[in-house]
């Protein structure tokens, strides 16, 4: 039985510390190169989380190709009975995006490090600038299409009463006053609760400890289908992880976001 089997999804730094060395755990740091190469956790390995969106426009939040999705997940030594581990230090956007890609895999078996290297180093906790070899060449993967919301199935569920669109956008692209794509504003029906008031910046940035009732006064409750953009799929990568987290059942997060949606000719848009 593996070491974090009994974990929740959400993990703090004393949860992890112990495991560090724990034969199945893949630790993934989605910082930044400059703050990798500064100190990162024990066994962390690098992710550039550029490598995790498709990066052309209109819409680059996109799934990456299959072929750098096989090269990413070879490298990082992926297996059916890996454990995965993942953190960043921004308060899980990035994070939260891997744990979509991770679903896009099929693989379900993660943790997310509660405020990221923030929450560890407030823990006075060791760092390391030893940097893991790369494992394998690429390896086959098969991508589902249930963690993701294309535009056309948004655009088809528009108006359902079991749907709760969660724009993660601050709120002055959601009323259309920062306008980021050729049109501004926020799909209809969409709710806005931006990113970073989901975290606590007391605790280091971890999640919110009343989010649940938050997302409750919104409207976006568990049995609904929950959809959540922003502007490519990266700020609501913290929005995906928090529903996922919470337990909710039915969580899509839409990868083209207001990058496509505000720039398709045939998309409805609310002011």
Known sequence: MSAFSALPLVIEPAELAPHLGAPELILVDLTSAARYAEGHLPGARFVDPKRTQWAQPPAPGLLPAKADLEALFGELGHRSDAVYVVYDDEGGGWAGRFIWLLDVIGHHRY?????????????????????????????????????????????????????????????????????????????????????????????????????????????????????????????????????????????????????????????????
């Open 111 to 271: 943790h997310y490090l509660d405020g990221g290297l923030h929450a560890w180093l407030a823990e006075g906790r060791e760092l390391s600038r030893e940097v893991p070899a790369p494992v394998g060449g690429p390896l086959p993967l098969t991508l589902h299409d249930e963690p993701t919301a294309t535009r056309e199935y948004l655009q088809s569920r528009l108006g359902a009463a079991d749907l709760a669109i969660w724009d993660a956008r601050n709120p002055s692209e959601y009323r259309g006053e920062k306008v980021l794509a050729a049109k501004g504003g926020h799909i209809p029906g969409a709710v806005n609760f931006e990113w970073t008031a989901g975290m606590d910046p007391a605790r280091a940035l971890r999640i919110r400890t009343d989010m649940a009732q938050i997302l409750r006064d919104l409207g976006i409750t568990p049995d609904k289908e929950v959809i959540t953009h922003c502007q490519t799929h990266h700020r609501s990568g913290f929005t995906y992880l928090v529903a996922k987290a919470l337990g909710y059942p039915r969580v899509k997060g839409y990868a083209g976001s207001w990058s496509e949606w505000g720039n398709h000719p045939d998309t409805p848009v609310e002011v």
